[in-house]
Nanobody, 120 residues
Framework: QVQLVESGGGLVQPGGSLRLSCAASGSIFSINYMGWYRQAPGKQRELVAAIFSGGNTNYADSVKGRFTISRDNAKNTVYLQMNSLKPEDTAVYYC??????????????WGQGTQVTVSS
């Protein structure tokens, strides 16, 4: 079983920055994909950014140029650097990971979520 633990959320003023972290632990053999999603009240969960084992990245159009996703493979950790935050970035941010366990079965896990609030 693989667990994801997020940290780094909080309250920030418009134009400010936050850095989210997500650490994976458990029976991990390899991680192919790690991503950040967010869900605002009354809205569906949406992809914010994703990073693959080879380093390729994807971003939602709404965050391109402002957010940067990165990962530390040795620590099984993914980061989301969020700059120039806007009130519309307010949401619960979730981490997701996909890979192979030490039993060589595929796993897909979600974190518990961390609240990001952008407000003056």
């Amino acid at each position: 079983q693989v667990q994801l633990v997020e940290s780094g959320g909080g309250l920030v003023q418009p134009g400010g920055s936050l850095r989210l972290s997500c650490a994976a632990s458990g029976s991990i053999f390899s991680i192919n994909y790690m991503g950040w999603y967010r869900q605002a009240p009354g809205k569906q969960r949406e992809l914010v950014a994703a990073i693959f084992s080879g380093g390729n990245t994807n971003y939602a159009d709404s965050v391109k140029g402002r957010f940067t996703i990165s990962r530390d493979n040795a620590k099984n950790t993914v980061y989301l650097q969020m700059n120039s935050l806007k009130p519309e970035d307010t949401a619960v941010y979730y981490c997701n990971a996909d890979g192979r366990s030490t039993f060589l079965t595929r796993f897909g896990s979600w974190g518990q979520g961390t609240q990001v609030t952008v407000s003056s």
